[in-house]
């Protein structure tokens, strides 16, 4: 269930679910994972999975991808509290300035692609036990980073001082310490951008 607004201080994840998806032709976090979830739903899981109620999951989608949660996945409501990002031709920091603006007080903010579904909960909490406040811990196969950025509580406040429009989020994380967390597992380096990207990972 979502986490509670008196905590006073808590983990939590935006899944960047608001793009528009023109490559792939339909919805990316609506792909399915298997036969029986999506990829939003594999993603929520995990995380529900990893921190239980102790996160916050704040879901960025566009208005479409909110029509279909309505009528469609209702239930993703009862674990994620839903944002719209109304002009997601601005760019990925609008979804994600929009994300932070309603988060509670967190200690850290995990910041997820909808388009990488293959997070664990064993490297959630593995990233957990590394982050700092005034730095990020990034996960890195024979030495290239990937998906998901924790963030520290510094690095919050700081990309809450930028305005909506598109920045780049690697420019502003250059000015913080990095910490990277070795792993065995490719697909950390996996994005979802078309169909024939899917078809390579997922045969159903």
């Not at 994300?99 to 007080?105: A, E």
């Not at 293959?118 to 990034?138: A, C, H, I």
């Amino acid at each position: 269930m979502k986490a509670h607004p008196e905590d006073p201080e808590q983990m939590s994840v935006i899944i960047l679910a608001a793009g528009m998806s023109s490559r792939m032709g339909i919805l990316k976090p609506f792909l399915k994972w298997d036969n029986h979830k999506t990829f939003l739903e594999k993603i929520i899981e995990t995380y529900y999975s990893f921190s239980f109620e102790a996160a916050q999951i704040n879901l960025v989608l566009n208005p479409e991808g909110y029509k279909f949660i309505q009528t469609e996945l209702p239930e993703i409501a009862e674990y994620a509290e839903i944002f719209i990002n109304d002009h997601p031709e601005r760019g990925r920091f609008s979804s994600l300035k929009l994300g932070l603006q309603n988060l509670s007080k967190s200690s850290s903010c995990y910041i997820q692609n909808v388009d990488n579904p293959f997070v664990t909960d064993e490297l959630l909490e593995s990233m957990d036990k590394l982050t700092k406040p005034d730095s990020y811990v990034v996960p890195v196969y024979q030495g290239k980073g990937g998906h998901p950025v924790l963030i520290g509580a510094n690095i919050i406040t700081q990309l809450l001082s930028y305005d909506d429009t598109d920045h780049d989020l690697k420019d502003i994380l250059v000015k913080f310490r990095k910490i990277e967390i070795e792993t065995t597992d490719i697909n950390i380096l996996v994005n979802i951008n078309s169909q024939e990207d899917y078809q390579k990972y997922f045969k159903h």
